[in-house]
T-cell receptor, first 113, second 111 residues
Framework: DVKVTQSSRYLVKRTGEKVFLECVQD?????MFWYRQDPGLGLRLIYF???????EKGDIPEGYSVSREKKERFSLILESASTNQTSMYLC????????????FGEGSRLTVL | TQLLEQSPQFLSIQEGENLTVYCNSS?????LQWYRQEPGEGPVLLVT?????EVKKLKRLTFQFGDARKDSSLHITAAQPGDTGLYLC???????????FGPGTSLSVIP
């Protein structure tokens, strides 16, 4: 079974704290993605990576950064969390011959107080 | 502006009923995917359609890609409570584009 694992299902942080969300995939996929999902706004792409040490901005990168030091691991970093970053964060991976098929983790529900 | 529109936004039906949800765009897509997302979980890929007019079946679910590759439908026969969830369509206009997601149809099947 293919698997995308996100490090935390639920997190509660305070405004200004640094937040790390980690994602690991075991499918040897080149492509990895971070989305956030909010009611009424759907899935919005934050950052993606097509290879180790490569990163590309998605549609809403402000306030976020990412790291991809190893092929299987893609981390999302909130340098200084704010209340408007309270959301469900979803990591996904996809193969190099990108047909648009993505495999998602279970999600990380972040609450910033 | 949503490149992929989905309708209806919400749907509540009784167990055993049939239903169809739609995914529409003014753009041509090289492929479209359907995902189901249960509350508190990540989306799970159900199917990919790539050829205009293509029909795929997955047990009680039937997926169709429009002839012009601008729209798709998902038909569920004899819905069951286990079908409850958010149904997302997604696609890419070319193999070099990012995947675009629709806003989803939230389905509730009442026992």
């Amino acid at each position: 079974d293919v698997k995308v694992t996100q490090s935390s299902r639920y997190l509660v942080k305070r405004t200004g704290e640094k937040v790390f969300l980690e994602c690991v995939q075991d499918m040897d996929h080149e492509n990895m993605f971070w989305y956030r999902q909010d009611p009424g706004l759907g899935l919005r792409l934050i950052y993606f990576s097509y290879d180790v040490k490569m990163k590309e901005k998605g549609d809403i990168p402000e306030g976020y950064s990412v790291s991809r030091e190893k092929k299987e691991r893609f981390s999302l970093i909130l340098e200084s969390a704010s209340t408007n970053q309270t959301s469900m964060y979803l990591c996904a991976s996809g193969g190099q011959a990108n047909t648009g098929e993505l495999f998602f983790g279970e999600g990380s529900r972040l609450t910033v107080l | 502006t949503q490149l992929l529109e989905q309708s209806p936004q919400f749907l509540s039906i009784q167990e055993g009923e049939n239903l169809t949800v739609y995914c529409n765009s003014s753009s041509v897509f090289s492929s479209l995917q359907w995902y189901r997302q249960e509350p508190g979980e990540g989306p799970v890929l159900l199917v990919t359609v790539v050829t205009g007019g293509e029909v795929k079946k997955l047990k009680r679910l039937t997926f169709q890609f429009g002839d012009a590759r601008k729209d798709s439908s998902l038909h569920i026969t004899a819905a069951q409570p286990g079908d409850t969830g958010l149904y997302l369509c997604a696609g890419e206009k070319t193999s070099y584009d990012k995947v675009i997601f629709g806003p989803g149809t939230s389905l509730s099947v009442i026992p």
